[in-house]
């Protein structure tokens, strides 16, 4: 109940709930070092250290990581909620994935891939097949609609990152092979949509994430933007 939400949100992280805290280890001396003993904290007091310590260790991994590229990796390496939530960000702070992506000396940024038209359609779709690429491409008019394919392997998550220009709206959906819509992010105008899709099952499978114009610019220059696909 007292946990902030909303499009301000990058990422989520532990922080108890209600009489229930998050046990971290502490120390008993008020002036100077004591005995070790152990406190209970909540909401941001205890997700705010969970993400700060994350960006450390990606830090000690890599010392030239600049803050717009923790922040993206922190985001984009975000493990999925257990159930749906479109106000907490891209997902839960994973430690292990994020020091393992800053351990590669990149930051997360991967790859880049131009968009191609037509891609209206699934059957049509932009393939892309390495993490942690970087689509750059734009809403060509009002009426135009993105795809693009991603054969998941079992057991991974998806994380699908749109960040439109400063004054456009666009919606972000992520569909199964059947069609099925599995997530959707509509944030306003200026803001990132992100969704993410876990694979629980043991075999490979397709994801379809789709770009929609709302509101804002179109054309190749005023209709950019990126999408940011990491599994």
Same mark, same amino acid.
């Given at each position: 109940?007292?946990?902030?939400?909303?499009? %301000? /949100?990058?990422?989520?992280?532990?922080?108890?709930?209600?009489?229930?805290? =998050? /046990?971290?280890?502490?120390?008993?001396?008020?002036?100077?070092?004591?005995?070790?003993?152990?406190?209970?904290?909540?909401?941001?007091?205890?997700?705010?250290?969970?993400?700060?310590?994350?960006?450390? %260790?990606?830090?000690?991994?890599?010392?030239?990581?600049?803050?717009?590229? /923790?922040?993206?990796?922190?985001?984009?390496?975000?493990?999925?909620?257990?159930?749906?939530?479109?106000?907490?960000?891209?997902?839960?702070?994973?430690?292990?994935?994020?020091?393992?992506?800053?351990?590669?000396?990149?930051?997360?940024?991967?790859?880049?891939?131009?968009?191609?038209?037509?891609?209206?359609?699934?059957?049509?779709?932009?393939? =892309?097949?390495?993490?942690?690429?970087?689509?750059?491409?734009?809403?060509?008019?009002?009426?135009?609609?993105?795809?693009?394919?991603?054969?998941?392997?079992?057991?991974?998550? %998806?994380?699908?990152?749109?960040?439109?220009?400063?004054?456009?709206?666009?919606?972000?959906?992520?569909?199964?092979?059947?069609?099925?819509?599995?997530?959707?992010?509509?944030?306003?105008?200026?803001?990132?949509?992100?969704?993410?899709?876990?694979?629980?099952?043991?075999?490979?499978?397709?994801?379809? /994430?789709?770009?929609?114009?709302?509101?804002?610019?179109?054309?190749?220059?005023?209709?950019?933007?990126?999408?940011?696909?990491?599994?």
């Amino acid at each position: 109940s007292y946990s902030n939400y909303g499009t %301000l /949100i990058d990422v989520a992280a532990p922080g108890g709930d209600g009489s229930y805290s =998050v /046990i971290s280890t502490l120390n008993s001396g008020t002036g100077a070092p004591a005995s070790d003993s152990y406190a209970g904290y909540q909401g941001t007091s205890m997700a705010t250290p969970h993400v700060a310590g994350v960006a450390a %260790l990606m830090l000690a991994k890599n010392s030239a990581l600049t803050p717009d590229q /923790i922040e993206s990796t922190l985001k984009s390496t975000a493990r999925a909620f257990p159930a749906s939530c479109s106000g907490c960000g891209t997902g839960i702070v994973d430690a292990a994935a994020a020091v393992n992506v800053a351990a590669g000396g990149g930051g997360g940024t991967g790859t880049t891939l131009a968009e191609s038209e037509s891609n209206n359609t699934m059957g049509t779709a932009d393939m =892309v097949t390495a993490s942690g690429t970087t689509v750059n491409a734009n809403m060509g008019s009002t009426s135009d609609t993105d795809y693009f394919r991603v054969d998941l392997p079992a057991g991974k998550t %998806l994380s699908s990152v749109l960040t439109p220009g400063a004054s456009a709206d666009y919606d972000l959906y992520v569909y199964n092979s059947a069609g099925t819509q599995l997530g959707k992010s509509e944030n306003g105008a200026g803001s990132v949509d992100s969704v993410n899709s876990s694979n629980t099952g043991t075999t490979t499978s397709t994801r379809y /994430i789709r770009v929609v114009y709302y509101s804002g610019g179109t054309g190749s220059t005023s209709g950019k933007y990126t999408l940011k696909l990491t599994w």
